[in-house]
C-alpha cells in the first residue's frame, strides 16, 4: 500500500507545472543538414597467391554510377584456373562470362598409409585364479 502511494506521489510531482524537464532537447537554431545522395564511385582490387597452400584467387571491380565492371578468378582443386568477368548497368542485370585455364586433372586414388599396430591389447577385466568368493555369516 505504501509502494502505490508513493508511486502516486511521484506522478503527481512530474505532472505539476514548472516541474523542470530531466530529458535533453536539441537548441532552436539547429537544423539539420540536407541529405544528399551521390551516384556511387568506387574502385578495388586483393589478391592472395600462396603456392604451398595451394590458395590463388583474386577480386577486381570498380563501379561509376549505374555502371560496374569487374572480375574475379580462382584456382580450382582439378588444377584449372576459373575467371568471371562481369558487368552490371543500371537495371540490365548480371552479365558474366565465365572461362578456364588449363586442363584438369584427376590424379588416381592413393589410399593413406595405415601402420599395422604394434602393441598387444589387454583385456579390461582378468579375474584372480586364485580368489574364489565365499559367503559370510554375521
Known amino acids: ?8 506521489f511521484v506522478v503527481v510531482v512530474a505532472g505539476a507545472p ?3 524537464s530531466l530529458g535533453y532537447s536539441l537548441p532552436s537554431s539547429y537544423r539539420p543538414a540536407p541529405s544528399y ?4 564511385r568506387y574502385s578495388f582490387d586483393y589478391a592472395v597467391n600462396d603456392p604451398p597452400s595451394g590458395n590463388d584467387f583474386g577480386h ?3 563501379r561509376d554510377g549505374d555502371h560496374t565492371q569487374g572480375s574475379y578468378y580462382v584456382q580450382l582443386p582439378d588444377g584449372r584456373l576459373q575467371q568471371v568477368t562481369y558487368t552490371v ?14 586442363e584438369a586433372r584427376y590424379p588416381t586414388y592413393q ?3 595405415r601402420p599395422t599396430p604394434t602393441y598387444t591389447p589387454v583385456a579390461a577385466y582378468r579375474p584372480i585364479p586364485a580368489f574364489r568368493p565365499s559367503p559370510v555369516y554375521g
Open 18 to 20: 514548472g516541474f523542470p
Open 1 to 8: 500500500m505504501k509502494v502505490v502511494i508513493a508511486l502516486c
Open 60 to 62: 577486381q571491380e570498380s
Open 37 to 40: 545522395q551521390a551516384p556511387a
Open 111 to 113: 589410399p593413406a598409409y
Open 89 to 102: 548497368s543500371g537495371d540490365s542485370g548480371y552479365l558474366a562470362e565465365v572461362t578456364y585455364q588449363g
